[in-house]
């Protein structure tokens, strides 16, 4: 199993919502990422997991909040949004966040925030 | 971080091959050198890297400068598929830092 998924893979929320993202892999991998994308625009690095402790945090507002429960699960706890933060978010994973592994990307949840 | 420049577009015929370029002229000696194509509407999928030596895998062939201040992404036939943004990085641990990307475009 070489697949990474995202849940869900659209969501609509208010400014005032709370909501979560989860992204789950079964690769035995050990780094997780989070990126955005914005539209016409290259991924941008959000948070880096490492062994299930945050390793990067790329100065990311704190309305944004990483989570990893466990090895194979991700989350992103995402709580008073602004309509600027509408975009897509992509997970991923390496074997252990070493340069010359591979990042498998997940198909991205794409985020709106009215 | 390092940087990396790539041209904004290509063109290429279906079935031609098709070089890319990237330039990396403040690559360290523990950056390694990615390659990773977007397809529309999809997340970013693996191509290739390298270190020092050309690598081939069956996407593609990784051609790099002796210096490492360059390398070409070759694409040896291109498809209808392949048509996706390509991003070249620099990645020595952790992260995965995006340039502007390379567009691919491929005509009948």
């Known amino acids: 199993d070489t697949e990474v998924t995202q849940t869900p893979k659209h969501l609509v929320m208010g400014m005032t919502n709370k909501k979560s993202l989860k992204c789950e892999q079964h690769m035995g991998h050990r780094a997780m990422y989070w990126y955005k994308q914005k539209a016409k625009k290259p991924p941008e690095l959000m948070f880096v997991y490492s062994y299930e402790k945050l390793s990067i945090n790329e100065s990311v507002p704190s309305r944004f909040s990483p989570e990893c429960p466990n090895s194979s699960l991700l989350n992103l706890h995402l709580h008073a949004l602004q309509p600027e933060d509408s975009a897509l978010y992509l997970c991923a994973s390496s074997r252990l966040g070493q340069g010359h592994d591979e990042q498998f990307f997940g198909p991205g949840t794409r985020l709106t925030v009215l | 971080d390092a940087k990396t420049t790539q041209p904004n577009s290509m063109e290429s015929n279906e079935e031609e091959p098709v070089h890319l370029p990237c330039n990396h002229s403040t690559i360290s000696g523990t950056d390694y050198i990615h390659w990773y194509r977007q397809l529309p509407s999809q997340g970013p999928e693996y191509v290739i890297h390298?270190?020092?030596s050309n690598v081939n895998n069956r996407m593609a062939s990784l051609a790099i400068a002796e210096d490492r201040k360059s390398s070409t992404l070759i694409l040896h036939r291109a498809t209808l598929r392949d048509a996706a943004v390509y991003y070249c990085i620099l990645r020595s641990w952790g992260k995965l830092q995006f340039g502007a990307g390379t567009q691919v475009v491929v005509t009948p």
């Open positions: 390298g270190l020092t």
